[in-house]
C-alpha cells in the first residue's frame, strides 16, 4: 500500500468516526428534546396527581391512570422520586392504591434476572414501593455486593424477626457497602434489634463484632450491657474501644466501673475512648482518673482526656486548673487548650 | 507517491519523523484502552447508581465525619460566599474549616463579621508542622464552622494546618474558589463506606463554572463558555476527568487528586507527613506518597475517581494567568515525578509502579517535547523537501486527528452520561470548541508546558500571581 492510499483510508476512518460520535451525540439530544416534549406535561400531571393523593387522601385512580398513561421508565422516575422521602406506610399506600399493577410485577420478576444490574433495579423499585417481601429477602445471599446492600436497604424499618435476623448476619459481610448498609438498617429498625443483636454479640464470631457495637451504641439499651462487658475484653483494639463508647451510651454504674478499668488500656484508642465515654455519661466521680491521662504519652488519649474533662462541667475545670498549676509540662500544655488559656500569639511567634 | 530518501542525513530525518509517528501512534492507542475502560467504568456507574437513595449516606447517623479544608489567601471578595456553599452540603457529619493564610486584607474581618466568629477552646494537635497558628475561632451561628488563622506558608503549609485542627475522619481539600455541588460529599464518601481503609483518597469531577449561573453558592444552570479560551479548558476539563481518570479507576488507579475537590483518610494524610511544602505539585505528591506509603505496609491504597461528584472552578479567561497556570501544573508534575522516581518501573508498586508512573513520565510530562520536536521536524522536512506533504498530513492525522477522536468521545461519554448541559446549542458549542481547540490553543499549552519543564529545570517555584474574582450570577472568570 502506497502513502497515498494509507493517507485517505486513515482520513476516512478518522472522518467516519467523528461523523458517528457526532451523530451520536446529536441525536441523543435531539432524541430527548422529542421524549420531553412528549411527556413533559403528562409527567408533571402524574407527579401533581400522586402528591395531591398524598396530601388529601385524594383519589388514587386518577393518579394510577396518570401513571399508566407513561412508558415504564418514566414511571419508574417518578414513582422513586416522590417516595424517595416517604415512610415505609406511605410508600406501601402508593404501591396498593396509585403505581401500576404491572410495575412491582415486573420488578419482583427482575430481582430473578441472571444479571446483576437487572436484580438491583428490581429490588431499588421495590424498595421504593415498599413491597416485595417474596422477592426481596432472597437477595440477602446474592453474590454482587450492591445487591445485597439493597436488600439491606430494603429491610430498612420492618421488624419482621426473619429480616432482621438477616441484617445482623450482614455485619460479617465482606463487603464494606454491605455492612454500612446492615448498620442504617438496624438503625432504623431501633428497639426490635435488640434481641438479634444480643445473640449476635454473645456467640463466639471474629467478623463483624466492631459494627454491631456501633449499633448499640446508638441503641443504648441496657439489655446490651452483658455483650458489652464481654467485648470489652476482646483482643481486637478497636472492638474495645466501640465497646467503650457503647458502655458509654447504656450508662449506668456497671458500665462506670468498666470504663474506668478501661482507661489503663494498653491502647491510646480504648483510653481515649474510655475516657470520652466516661465524659459523655456526665460521669464526674471518675475526674480524677481521667485527670491521670492528661499526661499519657499518646496524644489520642490526653485529648480524649481533656475533652471528657471538658463535657465534665465544674469537675472537669477543676482538674484542668490543677494540671495547668502544678501539674507537668505535658498536662499544662493540654489542659490551656482544654480551658482556652491562651499563650499570648506575639510570644509564640518569638518562640517559633 | 512515495517518500523522497534524498541523502543520509535526511534518511535520518525520516526515521526520527517515524519514531515521532510512532510516539504519537502509542500514545493515542493507550488514551484509546483508556477511552474504553472509562466507557466500562460509568456503564458500571451508572447501573450501581441508577435509583440510589441518596439517604443512605445522608440520614445515616455513622457516615463518616468528613472536614472540609478551605485555605484562604486575601479571597475577600469570594470567601463569604465559599463558606456560605460549603455550610450548606448536605452531608450528615460536616465541619468546615477555613485556614486564613496570612492574608494581608479583610478576609478575616469579614469572615468573623459574618459569621460572628469567636476565640474557641480548641483542642488539637500539631501532628504536622506548620507556620505558627495565631487563633483558632468557632461560628456561633454555625457551631461547625472553624476559622484557623495563621502565619503565611502557602497552599500546601495551610491544608497542614487545616488537618491538625480538623477532627473529621475524612478530609477534604478544597481551593477558596471552588463551588461544590451540594450532595457531592454523599457521592465522595461512598468509596471510603465501600472500600474501608483500602481506600486513602477519592476525588470528583471539575467542571468550569464560567458563563455559568450561580445563586446562593450553588450553579443553578450550566452552560458551555463563549469566552473561547473557558470553552477550550472546558473541553480538557472533560476529557482529564471523564476520559483520564475514570479510565485509570481500571487500569492501577489515579495518581492525581484534584487539589480543587479531593477527599482524603486524616490518618493517612497524619502517617505520611501531610502536604509536602517544598513543590507547586503537593497534591500529587499527596496521592502518590499515600499510596506509596500504603503499598510499603501491604494495603491496598486504593485512590478512586467517582464521576458524579462535583465542584466547580472559573478558569482563567487571560492568555497570562492561564500559562502561568499551566506552567505552574507541569513543574509540579515534573518535580514529583523526579521526587518519587522509586516508583517508576517497581514492581512493588504494581499498577502505580508499572502502568501508571510511566504513563505520566513519558506521555503527561514528555508529551510536549515529543510534540513540539515533531511538529518542528515535520514543518522542516515539508519545508526542505526531505518529507512531502503527504507525509506531513499523516503526521496530523496521527497525532491531532486521532486525538480529536478520543476527545469527541469524551464528550459523548458526558452526553450520556451525565448531561449536565441543556439544549442544542450547548451541544454545538461544546462541539465547536472540541474541533477547534486543535488550531493554535493545543499549540499554546505546549508552548506553556516546555516552559514548566524549562522552569522546573531552572528551580522554579514560584506560583505566579492569581486574580480572584467573586461569584456573580453569571460568573466570567480570571481565575487560576
Request: hydrophobic share 45%.
Amino acid at each position: 500500500m502506497d502513502l497515498g492510499s494509507l493517507l485517505v483510508g486513515i482520513a476516512v476512518v478518522e472522518l467516519a468516526a467523528l461523523l458517528i460520535t457526532v451523530g451520536f451525540v446529536l441525536a441523543h439530544v435531539v432524541w430527548l428534546k422529542l421524549d420531553s416534549a412528549r411527556f413533559h406535561t403528562p409527567r408533571v400531571r402524574a407527579r401533581e396527581a400522586l402528591n395531591m393523593m398524598l396530601a388529601s387522601d385524594g383519589s388514587s385512580e386518577w393518579a394510577r391512570r396518570r401513571l399508566e398513561a407513561l412508558p415504564w421508565r418514566h414511571v419508574v422516575g417518578i414513582v422513586l422520586d416522590v417516595t424517595r422521602s416517604l415512610s415505609l406506610p406511605e410508600r406501601q399506600r402508593i404501591a396498593r392504591t396509585a403505581a401500576p399493577e404491572e410495575m412491582a410485577a415486573q420488578a419482583e420478576r427482575m430481582c430473578a434476572s441472571r444479571r446483576w444490574h437487572i436484580r438491583l433495579k428490581g429490588a431499588r423499585v421495590l424498595t421504593a414501593l415498599g413491597v416485595g417481601e417474596a422477592n426481596v429477602p432472597t437477595l440477602f445471599n446474592d453474590p454482587h455486593p450492591v445487591v445485597r446492600a439493597q436488600a439491606a436497604e430494603w429491610a430498612s424499618y420492618r421488624s419482621d424477626p426473619e429480616i432482621v435476623s438477616r441484617l445482623v448476619d450482614m455485619l460479617g459481610d465482606v463487603s464494606g457497602q454491605c455492612r454500612f448498609a446492615a448498620q442504617n438498617a438496624l438503625l432504623a429498625v431501633g428497639t426490635p434489634a435488640v434481641g438479634p443483636l444480643v445473640r449476635f454479640l454473645s456467640s463466639p464470631r471474629p467478623a463483624g463484632v466492631a459494627d454491631a457495637m456501633e449499633v448499640a451504641a446508638y441503641i443504648a439499651d441496657s439489655r446490651f450491657l452483658p455483650s458489652m462487658i464481654l467485648h470489652s475484653k476482646s483482643s481486637d483494639a478497636r472492638v474495645r474501644a466501640e465497646a467503650a463508647w457503647a458502655l458509654g451510651a447504656v450508662g449506668g454504674k456497671e458500665a462506670a466501673a468498666r470504663l474506668e478499668r478501661l482507661l489503663d488500656d494498653p491502647s491510646a484508642v480504648v483510653r481515649g475512648a474510655a475516657s470520652g465515654a466516661l465524659g459523655a455519661m456526665g460521669h464526674w466521680p471518675s475526674v480524677a482518673a481521667i485527670g491521670r491521662l492528661l499526661d499519657d504519652p499518646v496524644w489520642e488519649a490526653r485529648s480524649g482526656a481533656a475533652r471528657a474533662l471538658q463535657a465534665l462541667g465544674d469537675p472537669g475545670a477543676v482538674v484542668l486548673r490543677r494540671a495547668i498549676r502544678s501539674g507537668t509540662a505535658t498536662q499544662g500544655d493540654i489542659a490551656r487548650q482544654a480551658l482556652g488559656v491562651h499563650v499570648d500569639a506575639v510570644e509564640l511567634e518569638a518562640a517559633t | 507517491m512515495s517518500w523522497v530518501w534524498p541523502g543520509p542525513a535526511f534518511s535520518t530525518l525520516v526515521w526520527v519523523e517515524g519514531a515521532f509517528l510512532a510516539y504519537f501512534l502509542l500514545v493515542n492507542s493507550f488514551y484509546a484502552v483508556l477511552l474504553i475502560a472509562a466507557v466500562g467504568q460509568m456503564r458500571g456507574y451508572r447501573r450501581r447508581s441508577f435509583a440510589e437513595q441518596r439517604w443512605l449516606v445522608k440520614g445515616s447517623d455513622i457516615a463518616p465525619r468528613v472536614s472540609m479544608l478551605a485555605p484562604a489567601f486575601n479571597e475577600e471578595a469570594s470567601i463569604v460566599h465559599s463558606v456560605q456553599g460549603l455550610l450548606t452540603l448536605d452531608y450528615p457529619s460536616l465541619q468546615v474549616v477555613v485556614i486564613n493564610d496570612g492574608s494581608t486584607d479583610a478576609t478575616v474581618s469579614v469572615l468573623r463579621e459574618r459569621f460572628e466568629m469567636a476565640p474557641v477552646n480548641h483542642i488539637w494537635c500539631q501532628d504536622i508542622p506548620s507556620q505558627p497558628v495565631l487563633g483558632i475561632y468557632r461560628s456561633r451561628l454555625y457551631p461547625s464552622l472553624l476559622l484557623v488563622d495563621k502565619k503565611n506558608g502557602r497552599k500546601a503549609d495551610a491544608l497542614n494546618a487545616g488537618v491538625n485542627v480538623a477532627d473529621g475522619e475524612l478530609v477534604c481539600a478544597l481551593d477558596a474558589d471552588t463551588l461544590v455541588e451540594s450532595e457531592a460529599l454523599q457521592q465522595l464518601a461512598r468509596p471510603f463506606v465501600a472500600g474501608g481503609d483500602g481506600v486513602v483518597a477519592a476525588g470528583g469531577t471539575i467542571r468550569v463554572i464560567n458563563h455559568c449561573t450561580v445563586r446562593d453558592g450553588r450553579v443553578t444552570q450550566a452552560r458551555v463558555p463563549t469566552h473561547p479560551l473557558a470553552g477550550f479548558q472546558m473541553v480538557e476539563y472533560t476529557r482529564a476527568f471523564l476520559f483520564g481518570r475514570l479510565g485509570w479507576n481500571s487500569l492501577g488507579g489515579n495518581l492525581i487528586i484534584s487539589g480543587a475537590f479531593g477527599l482524603f483518610r486524616r490518618a493517612a494524610i497524619v502517617r505520611a507527613g501531610g502536604y509536602y511544602h517544598d513543590t507547586v505539585g503537593e497534591d500529587m505528591d499527596l496521592v502518590c506518597l499515600l499510596r506509596q506509603q500504603a503499598m510499603e505496609t501491604g494495603q491496598e491504597g486504593r485512590v478512586e475517581f467517582v464521576p458524579e461528584p462535583v465542584a466547580w472552578t472559573q478558569v482563567p479567561e487571560s492568555l497570562a494567568t492561564l500559562g502561568r497556570q499551566r506552567d505552574r501544573w507541569h513543574r509540579g508534575l515534573a518535580d514529583v515525578l523526579w521526587r518519587r522516581r522509586r516508583i517508576l518501573f517497581n514492581p512493588s508498586y504494581k499498577g502505580m509502579g508499572l502502568v501508571g508512573f510511566p504513563y505520566f513520565t513519558f506521555v503527561e510530562l514528555m508529551a510536549p517535547v515529543m510534540e513540539a520536536l515533531g511538529l518542528a521536524i515535520t514543518i522542516i522536512g515539508v519545508a526542505t523537501g526531505a518529507l512531502d506533504v503527504e507525509f506531513a498530513i499523516l503526521f496530523f492525522l496521527v497525532a491531532y486527528g486521532y486525538g480529536l477522536i478520543l476527545t469527541m468521545g469524551a464528550v459523548a461519554l458526558e452526553e450520556f452520561g451525565f448531561r449536565r448541559f441543556s439544549g442544542l446549542t450547548d451541544r454545538l458549542k461544546i462541539l465547536a470548541w472540541v474541533l477547534l481547540e486543535n488550531l493554535g490553543y493545543r499549540q499554546l499549552t505546549v508552548f506553556w508546558r516546555l516552559r514548566g519543564i524549562y522552569g522546573y529545570l531552572r528551580g522554579s517555584r514560584d506560583w505566579g500571581a492569581m486574580q480572584r474574582r467573586g461569584f456573580s450570577s453569571n460568573t466570567d472568570g480570571d481565575g487560576s
